[in-house]
């Protein structure tokens, strides 16, 4: 399987799930630490945006202390805050905090709540009037772990996630805002609404006048999915792309890109005139198709890009109509 690696202006994807991996940030939180926002991830940098739905829904894999941050701030850096903790005390209670030094958190008894080997999943909400929700889902059903109501609220404009007390973690979040739709007893529709990752965005800057006709270490300027933890399965992905020319796309033989074996595709080459795949580093080209104005400096367009165990590389355009063929191209080494 290949790893995937972009090289052009301004992209953005459309992924199954992210995946975040946070280290132990040490034996601190906000009852210590007044700038404890500081040790945490915001989510905004993953682009992913829960307050605009009040909830966030994820998988987490850790033995304990997995803390989310609810903050009056879109980076964090605000003093006003709740600081949850799942699985503190040793992976014994539940923590709610509200701002640095609360001496008197809500606090709940949850034995092994949370899994060093097994996935977690959890969903967090809260409303304007100050309302905090949490549940754990299961396969038998939702328990609800915490439901509290804050009299003075704090109106959440940005969310963040550490491990902590010498816990790593694993977080998983789902891709897209998925709708459920059932009927009560009643007979009232009921709707359930959960809001992850729609699309994540990555802007790269010119690398320069490189491809791999001219250097064999080209796999040096290109930004690694891996490293926003776009994982692309069963050998495809879908890309959408604002670039004036020369997007470029490497699949690899080596997760950390740091390899002489790839495949490089040049979309909207020699000017936006042309679209090329190269294997290795070669000056031959072993695919050119012509594609007039296959890119736009203005408007984005969408690329699905394939490859199969015996070789094949296919790369798509999307139309609003149907996908069209740019090339494919089976390699028989």
Same mark, same amino acid.
């Given at each position: 399987?290949?790893?995937?690696?972009?090289?052009?202006?301004?992209?953005?994807?459309?992924v199954?799930?992210?995946?975040?991996?946070?280290?132990?940030?040490?034996?601190?939180?906000?009852y210590?630490?007044?700038?404890?926002?500081?040790?945490?991830?915001?989510l905004?940098?993953?682009?992913?945006?829960?307050?605009?739905?009040?909830?966030?829904?994820?998988?987490?894999?850790?033995?304990?202390?997995?803390?989310?941050?609810?903050?009056?701030?879109?980076?964090?850096?605000?003093? /006003?805050?709740?600081? *949850?903790?799942?699985?503190? #005390? &040793? !992976?014994? =209670?539940?923590?709610l905090?509200?701002?640095?030094?609360d001496?008197?958190?809500?606090?709940?008894?949850?034995p092994?709540?949370l899994?060093?080997?097994?996935?977690?999943?959890?969903?967090?909400?809260?409303?304007?009037?100050g309302?905090?929700?949490?549940?754990?889902?299961?396969?038998?059903?939702?328990?609800?772990?915490?439901?509290?109501?804050d009299?003075?609220?704090?109106?959440?404009?940005?969310?963040?996630?550490?491990?902590?007390?010498g816990?790593?973690?694993?977080?998983?979040?789902?891709?897209?805002?998925?709708?459920?739709?059932?009927?009560?007893?009643?007979?009232?529709?009921?709707?359930?609404?959960?809001?992850?990752? /729609?699309?994540?965005? *990555?802007?790269?800057?010119? #690398? &320069? !006048?490189? =491809?791999?006709?001219?250097?064999?270490?080209?796999?040096?300027?290109?930004t690694?999915?891996?490293?926003y933890?776009?994982?692309?399965?069963?050998?495809?992905?879908?890309i959408?792309?604002?670039?004036?020319?020369?997007?470029?796309?490497?699949?690899?033989?080596?997760?950390?890109?740091?390899?002489?074996?790839?495949?490089?595709?040049?979309?909207?080459?020699?000017?936006?005139?042309?679209?090329?795949?190269?294997?290795?580093?070669?000056?031959?080209?072993?695919v050119?198709t012509?594609?007039?104005g296959?890119?736009?400096?203005?408007?984005?367009?969408?690329?699905?890009?394939?490859w199969?165990?015996?070789?094949?590389?296919?790369?798509?355009?999307?139309?609003?109509?149907?996908?069209?063929?740019?090339?494919?191209?089976?390699?028989?080494?």
């Open positions: 399987m290949f790893q995937l690696c972009i090289l052009c202006q301004i992209m953005f994807l459309i199954d799930e992210i995946q975040i991996r946070t280290l132990n940030t040490g034996n601190t939180d906000s210590t630490n007044p700038n404890i926002f500081e040790d945490y991830i915001s905004s940098d993953y682009h992913m945006f829960p307050s605009e739905k009040q909830s966030v829904r994820f998988t987490i894999e850790a033995c304990h202390d997995a803390f989310i941050l609810l903050s009056a701030a879109f980076d964090l850096k605000s003093h /006003d805050f709740y600081e *949850i903790c799942l699985g503190g #005390s &040793g !992976n014994q =209670d539940t923590y905090r509200r701002k640095y030094n001496a008197n958190p809500f606090k709940i008894s949850t092994d709540i899994g060093c080997t097994e996935k977690s999943t959890f969903e967090i909400r809260w409303t304007i009037e309302t905090i929700h949490i549940a754990k889902e299961s396969a038998v059903g939702t328990e609800t772990i915490i439901d509290v109501k009299s003075t609220p704090l109106l959440i404009r940005g969310v963040g996630i550490r491990t902590a007390w816990s790593d973690g694993l977080w998983i979040f789902e891709s897209a805002s998925m709708q459920t739709h059932g009927t009560q007893d009643n007979g009232e529709v009921s709707e359930i609404c959960r809001t992850c990752l /729609d699309e994540i965005w *990555i802007q790269t800057l010119d #690398s &320069g !006048n490189v =491809d791999a006709t001219k250097i064999p270490d080209v796999f040096n300027y290109y690694n999915l891996s490293n933890h776009i994982l692309p399965s069963q050998n495809q992905f879908r959408s792309v604002k670039a004036c020319h020369d997007a470029f796309i490497l699949l690899s033989a080596a997760k950390d890109l740091q390899s002489p074996d790839f495949y490089e595709i040049c979309i909207g080459a020699r000017n936006n005139n042309s679209t090329v795949l190269r294997r290795n580093f070669s000056s031959n080209n072993v050119s012509l594609t007039p296959t890119l736009s400096c203005t408007n984005r367009t969408t690329f699905f890009v394939s199969e165990i015996n070789g094949q590389i296919t790369l798509k355009k999307e139309t609003s109509d149907r996908p069209g063929g740019v090339f494919r191209w089976t390699d028989t080494t």
